[in-house]
């Protein structure tokens, strides 16, 4: 019998196809990334505690946003600009001990005593209406976040070195496709000792109705 | 002797587009390696708060868990002015949140749960008093970690 050639199929539309299916995933998904500010919320007691625990005044810093959306701090008002370096001045105030007893080697601020004691004692309540607007909210938890940040980075870079702020080793380290393990392992402990050094309380009073 | 064809004249061989299929399928995975499903179509305006402290989160791991919030949008008007919360489809009460965070939890693998954070897409005219009772219900339903989603402020110096 006679050897048959058979015939090449026709790839002609392979590429109608493929287009088809580019469009779709096109159509379908989307390439944003989301960013965020991470806060943890205090946790849910059902029955208000027996002894309320006794923080003293000084070691408060009272963020106020009316529904006005204007800010009170420390039962001054101030402008949004000012907060940050507002804040700064009361977390690395340092002018007493901390729990332990331990004085605030690290910190450069005023030493005053009607200020915070130390950094690891300095608690921000943040108290808003119910009418603020989120966005001077976000704003402000912006603000906050910056002032631990920036105190974080300067000590990153005094203890690191030029280039080792607290930000760029975090995002190293929260970098899924950095995989090299011993690296991480330093990071860990360093990113650990800045938030030892200046951990973040921010509280969120919960808002009254009026 | 060798026989050669000749050409006929003036005309151009037609280019080959053998190569384009290979081309396209490259694109196609592009992007289906770096692009997310949308899940969601937004009945409610979206427009997120400006900040520049902010984290990235990662979708593409399974532990974020979105809640949305703002003003309904046209054709919704029938919500009201105010803003409305949207959970998965539908705009609902926060008193819904908590069969909500109940369904997204069975939706997970257990270890995954207490690694659970929860991204608030709130719109920027949003007023904090919905937002305090999200807040609210996440404390009581324990979903601590919470992320206010923003966009990047652009830079002012």
Redesign the interface.
């Known amino acids: 019998m006679a050897k048959r050639s058979i015939p090449e199929v026709n ?2 539309s ?2 109608d ?3 088809l ?2 469009i779709f ?2 159509v ?4 944003e ?12 007691e059902d029955v208000p505690q027996d002894e309320p625990v006794v923080i003293k005044e000084k070691n408060i810093f009272k963020v106020v946003v009316n529904k006005e959306d204007k800010m009170l701090v420390e039962d001054e008002p101030m402008e949004l600009k000012d907060l940050k370096k507002a804040t700064m001045e009361f977390i690395d105030n340092g002018g007493g001990a901390s729990a332990e007893g331990d004085k605030c080697d690290y910190c450069q601020g005023a030493r005053s005593a009607e200020s915070s004691d130390h950094p690891s004692k300095a608690i921000i309540a943040l108290k ?8 001077v ?3 402000i ?3 906050l ?2 002032a631990y ?1 920036e105190l974080r980075n300067r000590e990153a870079t005094r203890l690191y070195g030029q280039g080792n702020t607290y930000t760029a080793m ?1 995002a190293i380290y ?1 970098d ?1 496709k950095v995989k090299d393990a011993a690296l991480k392992e330093k990071l860990d402990t360093r990113l650990k000792k800045l938030k030892d050094m200046y951990p973040q309380f921010i509280s ?1 009073v ?2 009254k ?1 009026n | 002797m060798a026989k050669f064809k000749k050409k006929k004249d003036g005309e151009l061989p037609q280019a080959s587009t053998a190569a384009l299929p290979d081309i396209v399928f490259m694109l196609l995975f592009f992007f289906m390696t770096v692009t997310v499903m949308k899940d969601n179509s937004l009945m409610v305006e979206n427009k997120l708060p400006e900040a520049d402290d902010i984290e990235k989160l990662n979708r593409k791991n399974d532990r974020v868990m979105y809640i949305y919030a703002g003003k309904p949008v046209a054709g919704y008007e029938k919500f009201g002015e105010e803003a409305v919360l949207q959970l998965n489809d539908k705009i609902a009460q926060p008193s819904e949140l908590k069969q909500f965070i109940h369904a997204e939890r069975a939706l997970r693998t257990e270890e995954i749960i207490p690694f659970m954070v929860t991204a608030l897409k709130v719109d920027r005219n949003a007023n904090m008093g919905l937002v305090s009772d999200v807040k609210q219900e996440l404390r009581k339903e324990n979903m601590l970690k919470i992320s206010y989603l923003s966009v990047k402020k652009p830079e002012a110096k």
């Open positions: 790839a002609g392979m590429a196809i493929a287009f299916l580019l995933f096109l379908t998904t989307t390439i990334q989301d960013n965020g500010i991470t806060r943890k919320l205090p946790r849910w808003n209406d119910r009418e603020t607007s989120y966005s909210y976000v704003a938890q912006n603000e976040g910056a940040t975090n929260k899924p969120e919960d808002s109705t």
